[in-house]
Nanobody, 111 residues
Framework: QVQLVESGGGLVQAGGSLTLSCTAS????????MKWQRQAPGKQREWVAT???????KFADAVKGRFTASKDNAKNTVYLQMNSLKLEDTSVYYC?????WGKGTLVTVSS
């Protein structure tokens, strides 16, 4: 059974930084791309980033240049480093693999 647990969310001021973590179990972590999505209040869920099995990353235009992603295969963990946070980054952030998703972690950016 695949389990994904996100952590690291919280309250941060605009312009600040936050790093999210997602630890996976029940999968061959090193062989699967991992994804990040987010859902802001009242909005549809949207894709944020993907980190491939080889570590290659892709980002949505809205976060490109501000967010980075990395993975630690030894810890079965992926990270989303978020810099220069904006009010519009306020969302619940989810990590996923294949068709499985975690419960999310809330990021609130304040002015």
């Amino acid at each position: 059974q695949v389990q994904l647990v996100e952590s690291g969310g919280g309250l941060v001021q605009a312009g600040g930084s936050l790093t999210l973590s997602c630890t996976a179990s029940g999968i061959l972590f090193s062989q699967n791309p991992m994804k990040w999505q987010r859902q802001a209040p009242g909005k549809q869920r949207e894709w944020v980033a993907t980190i491939g099995s080889g570590g290659i990353t892709k980002f949505a235009d809205a976060v490109k240049g501000r967010f980075t992603a990395s993975k630690d295969n030894a810890k079965n963990t992926v990270y989303l480093q978020m810099n220069s946070l904006k009010l519009e980054d306020t969302s619940v952030y989810y990590c996923g693999v294949l068709e499985n998703w975690g419960k999310g972690t809330l990021v609130t950016v304040s002015s």
